[in-house]
């Protein structure tokens, strides 16, 4: 029984098991997946090959910045993480305007390619807009509240804004709101130093002006300035050292000297 079963094998492995073995090969699902594989594998080649060629042909050679007054060039080049002799073909400029955009000081970015071997970025920079105290720390802020860069020097003709925006964003809010009038009407450029104290709710907003307290209150500032301003003269007329002066009632100013109230 035993000496049948091994010449059976011995006839299994012979031309038939052979036969099978390129009938399998050539089965059409086997024969597909070959044909794929080798189509991948061209389609790679030539792939690989077109990128070399358009790199010989339109390699990045320079990185032309505009628009830019506080970032340097150098600088902006460094965050496109761009080192020259790419293939313009390859360069994603969606990837290089959101490497860009991470820094705040840049609020939107423009990228075109420039054939054969250029690439231009148009900056638009965010504008210092007041100056933010908070916790002993001075912070560059944009027209938004956006923090820009901590500051290591005096920058004048910015209203200074006493706040934590974090504790209490829509007063600090409200105090940028404020500081867009006095710069508009350039209190902060003819006064020098305009501070803007964001207190706890509406009706803490105040600002010290030539050294004297003003409670201003929310809203109306305009209106507000303009009747402080109208009084001004007056105040000076008289030489009265004034303790604080309080906007905060319509149609009305309260002036606090410092031995008596002046209404």
Not at 59 to 66: A, H, I
Not at 85 to 96: A, D, Q, R, V
Not at 207 to 236: A, N
């Amino acid at each position: 029984m035993k000496t049948l079963s091994t010449s059976k094998n011995r006839k299994s492995s012979g031309p038939r098991s052979r036969k099978g073995l390129w009938r399998a090969l050539f089965r059409p699902r086997t024969l597909g997946l070959g044909v794929a594989l080798v189509g991948m594998c061209v389609a790679v080649f030539l792939s690989f090959r077109i990128y070399q060629a358009s790199v010989r042909l339109f390699p990045l050679r320079e990185v032309v910045c505009y628009g830019n007054l506080h970032l340097s060039e150098t600088e902006l080049r460094s965050m496109t993480g761009l080192n020259g002799g790419e293939g313009l073909f390859h360069i994603s400029t969606k990837g290089i305007s959101e490497k860009l955009l991470k820094s705040p000081w840049i609020k939107n970015v423009s990228i075109r390619k420039e054939f054969p071997h250029s690439v231009s970025i148009r900056i638009y920079e965010s504008s210092p807009f007041a100056i933010l105290e908070m916790k002993g720390r001075s912070f560059l802020v944009d027209e938004k509240g956006k923090m820009l860069e901590e500051m290591k020097g005096a920058i004048p003709f910015l209203p200074v804004i006493a706040a934590d925006p974090f504790e209490d964003r829509q007063d600090f809010m409200e105090a940028l709101h404020l500081a867009r009038v006095l710069k508009d009407k350039k209190i902060a450029t003819e006064r020098g130093r305009v501070e803007i104290v964001a207190g706890k709710g509406p009706e803490s907003i105040s600002m010290v002006l030539d050294g004297v307290l003003i409670k201003i209150g929310q809203g109306d500032y305009e209106q507000k300035l303009s009747r402080l301003f109208q009084l001004e003269g007056e105040i000076k007329k008289r030489a009265i050292t004034v303790d604080y002066v309080d906007l905060r009632f319509a149609n009305r100013v309260v002036v606090k000297p410092i031995n008596e109230v002046v209404r």
